[in-house]
């Protein structure tokens, strides 16, 4: 074990994470209980990031120790591996300043000295332990144990594994690899890159929740070489198998890239778009007329799931939109190359991927949504901007999700021409999203007509029986409406006598 001695080592922390140390320190040695601060809190501590949660190692049974904090502390206690013994603790409110909604404090068990729990950790970065010495308002004084020189490769930006075994162990660290390299800026040693590629067929086997937690974090990361990197390590397609096929699908001549290429580029414009990455074909002329506000940029950060935001889920769909083009791809006898139907099988296949990685019923809906109508937007008109009555049956088909569609279509045209695209033809296809954009916030009555008659009005009025017809009536108005042609109760009823009148010649 090589035990650094740094007694004069004081690390920064809030007053919260201080005082909620001191609540479990004091408990501990009440009950005498040895303990270490161990894992993430260790490395987030030494690199001076923010961090809501905390590991410790007791030498005791955790899963008999843990219910007993969360009593003392009033928090609520949640097993999580009974065969290993961990078990974690969720408190808030914890009586000092703080920007955290809550705390999660993960209890494992370790017998004798703590190297062997440190042993069993993921990565180097992550196998380090705080013998707490000092415990102040605003900082702590530590002995720092490390036996795995994890700190050297803190400070050198390296993720390394312990051993060999940390991913056999535990499949879902091969993602885990990945995502913290990205989210820290790190680079992964030689030696792990080649066990997460001889590996990369086990994360078949881990759970698809577990699997959707790191691919969504790994999303909300604007690193344009992070799918690619991912291919590269087999991890991608071994998460995703449905993208492989693409890799071999040519396009036509308007398309700079095959359909991977394409999709992996669309992920990176989404980024782009939503003002968190670059795009190496331009930047300043391309972002001067495409549509940004403090309202997108709200609506993009809004929490879809536990985990997932609009944004990340824009991401995603930017991955899948293309993926049923492998099996929708024809030739016609004059060379002309189509894929018809691929939006529609987009959808079913996408839906499929999120419900094997048991994304919920919302996020597969909003991704689906997506897929399906990502031609939509171009499709709207043959003439320069859209009517109104084109923008109503816009919205009614997609919902708030039109606005997500709006921006995976620009990202779309960006990573189909690539480095060809024309200022000119891109000025004219922002023109109709700022156009749409401007519509959807500036006049609600457009997106969603307010009531002017319903079912029991064609029902007393008219004299018609319950039935499909009373639908379809209602929405003849409902467009007529959001056209501008008929606004008031009175109106709506005149024009629907005329129509019936029609029907009856």
């Known amino acids: 074990m090589i035990a650094v001695d740094e007694k004069d080592l004081k690390l920064v922390i809030e007053p919260a994470a201080s005082l909620l140390l ?34 410790i190692a007791v030498a005791a049974d955790a899963l008999e120790v843990a219910p007993k904090i969360a009593v003392a502390l009033g928090g609520k206690y949640v097993p999580l591996d009974r065969v290993n013994r961990v078990g974690r603790v969720v408190l808030v409110n914890q009586g000092a300043p703080s920007t955290k909604d809550q705390w999660e404090l993960d209890f494992s068990t370790f ?21 707490l010495l000092q415990l102040k308002r605003d900082h702590i004084g530590v002995r720092l144990i490390d036996p795995f020189n994890g700190r050297n490769d803190l400070r050198q930006g390296v993720i390394r594994a312990v051993v060999e075994t940390a991913f056999t162990s535990d499949a879902a660290r091969l993602l885990r690899a990945v995502r913290l390299a990205a989210e820290l800026g790190f680079r992964i040693s030689p030696e792990t890159e080649t066990l997460l590629q001889r590996y990369s067929s086990l994360i078949a086997g881990v759970s698809g929740e577990r699997v959707r937690e790191e691919l969504l974090r790994l999303l909300t990361v604007p690193r344009a070489d992070l799918l690619p990197y991912l291919d590269r390590l087999g991890l991608l397609m071994a998460v995703i198998p449905e993208l492989a096929q693409t890799k071999e699908v040519t396009q036509p001549k308007e398309h700079f890239w095959n359909v991977f290429d394409h999709s992996l580029k669309t992920v990176v414009a989404v980024d782009f778009l939503l003002r968190q990455g670059k795009w190496e074909y331009g930047n300043e002329e391309i972002l001067a007329t495409a549509p940004w506000s403090e309202v997108l940029a709200q609506h993009f950060a809004l929490e879809v799931s536990s985990g997932s935001t609009r944004r990340s889920l824009l991401k995603l769909a930017a991955l899948l939109h293309d993926i049923a083009k492998p099996r929708t791809k024809t030739i016609e006898a004059g060379g002309r190359m189509r894929f018809l139907g691929h939006t529609q099988d987009g959808a079913s296949m996408a839906a499929d991927v999120l419900e094997r990685l048991r994304f919920s019923g919302k996020e597969v809906k909003l991704v689906e949504i997506m897929v399906r109508h990502h031609l939509r937007p171009m499709q709207m008109s043959q003439e320069k901007l859209p009517s109104r009555r084109a923008i109503y049956r816009y919205f009614r088909d997609t919902g708030e999700t039109g606005i997500d569609i709006l921006f995976l279509s620009l990202a779309d045209h960006l990573a189909t021409r690539g480095p060809h695209l024309s200022l000119t033809g891109w000025q004219e296809h922002a023109d109709i999203v700022n156009y749409v954009l401007a519509q959807c916030f500036q006049e609600e009555s457009l997106v969603t007509p307010p009531k002017l008659i319903d079912g029991h009005d064609l029902i007393n009025i008219f004299g018609m029986s319950p039935g499909v017809k009373i639908g379809e009536l209602l929405e003849v108005v409902r467009e007529a409406q959001a056209s501008g042609e008929l606004a008031t109760r009175d109106e709506a009823l005149a024009y629907l006598r005329e129509r019936l009148a029609k029907e009856t010649e």
Not at 31 to 38: E, L
């Open 111 to 131: 017998e004798g000295n703590v190297d062997p729990d440190l042993a069993q950790r993921d990565f180097t970065i992550d196998a380090m332990a705080f013998d």
């Open 22 to 55: 001191t609540k479990v320190s004091n408990f501990l040695t009440e009950h005498n209980v040895r303990w270490y601060v161990v894992g993430g809190f260790v490395r987030d501590m030494l690199l001076g990031r923010d961090t809501a949660d905390i590991d």
